[in-house]
């Protein structure tokens, strides 16, 4: 990487040539160490995603070596069908800029915030393509260490691509500590493995197989297995593997889930296992060639949705992403843990039902101001309806 003087002044924008090569467009997002542009590159009008980093930003930050690792780590990387490949790297005196691949379709955790969870067959092809990436990576002795829907993006085909290699660590790293594990804290919260929280050492690659564990939960139900408005007890949760499937997963996705979310990561699932588990290689996604069954298969299933009321089984059925308790008071007892109101519709559309029935606006009632104890009596009486048992 070779630094020239600074083509541009202080702040890149749209419009701007970047080394008389990439013309920048839109501000696609900003991450803790900069902004993503997409670009097009001049001569081959080949669209792509510009990473533009302030080098004294990431120094006060501290982010430095993270920046060296991940540099590093994309270099040895070659090509992949499922990796966000970096074309090259460019840097002036102030200013690093990583030019990408671009991911046409976004971030796949907007896909579950639009459409809610995903069926079956689209989270397996998703779960392959993040398979076949994580295993190409652990097979050069990569380990990704932040795998979570946001960095998981795809191109305009609808194929996966795992970005965002900041956080990684590679297999020498472990070679100067003698029980030959990472020791590193790191990673997003509802992702983390137990192994990480116990704060004895972890292998890179149980952690990345957890949160692999922990997206395929997310791709099919559309929350999170371990969550808690309380950090620590949610990483309790994530310490004890205590989680719940719901109902409408099939028995085979059930075991492969318990087998990814083991806690004792001598015993979970390894790679290799996990590409002959039956649930995986049914239908035989690994080439993804099917995208377009599945896209018909999203818009019906996005129609289904808007036309759907929300039924008492959506709302009944296991979850961790939505809570009530607090309509309650402090009296519930026991009830925090073991029961909580679940849907795969977004917790605020829940609220907004809940709301318009327990205000009046449904069925005609009315009166009952949001807060107050009509307000409290009405959704008592609607979790009733439900057929919901409530023992507060
Ligand atoms: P960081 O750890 O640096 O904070 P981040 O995942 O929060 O990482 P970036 O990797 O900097 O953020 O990316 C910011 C946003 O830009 C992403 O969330 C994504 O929406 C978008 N983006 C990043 N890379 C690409 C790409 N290659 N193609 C399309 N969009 C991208």
Known sequence: MEPVSDPLPAEPSSGKILFGKYSLGKLLGRGASGKVYQAKNISTNQTVAVKCIDKSKIMKSGHVTQIEREISIMG???????????????????????????????????????????????????????????????????????????????????????????????????????????????????????????KKGYGGAKVDVWSCGVILFVLNTGYLPFNDTNIMAMYRKIYRAQFRIPRWISPDLQRLLRRLLDPNPKTRITIDEIVRDPWFVKGGYVDGADFEEDRREMKLKSKMKSESFMNAFDIISFSSGFDLSGLFGDSCGGFYEERRLVSSADPEEIVEEVEEIAMGRRRGWRGGRRGSSTWRWWARMVIYWLGWEYTG
């Open 76 to 198: 040895r990387l070659q090509h992949h069908r499922n990796i966000v490949n970096i074309l090259e790297v460019l840097a002036t005196k102030t200013k690093i800029y990583f030019v990408m691949e671009f991911a046409k379709g976004g971030e796949l955790f907007n896909l579950i915030e639009k459409h809610g969870r995903l069926t079956e067959n689209l989270s397996r092809r998703f779960f392959c393509h993040l398979i076949s990436a994580v295993r190409y990576c652990h097979s050069l002795g990569i380990f990704h260490r932040d795998l979570k829907p946001e960095n998981l993006l795809l191109d305009g085909n609808g194929v996966l691509k795992v970005s965002d290699f900041g956080l990684s660590a590679v297999a020498e790293q472990t070679r100067n500590n003698n029980d030959g594990l990472l020791h590193t804290m790191c990673g997003t919260p509802a992702y983390v493995a137990p192994e990480i929280l116990g």
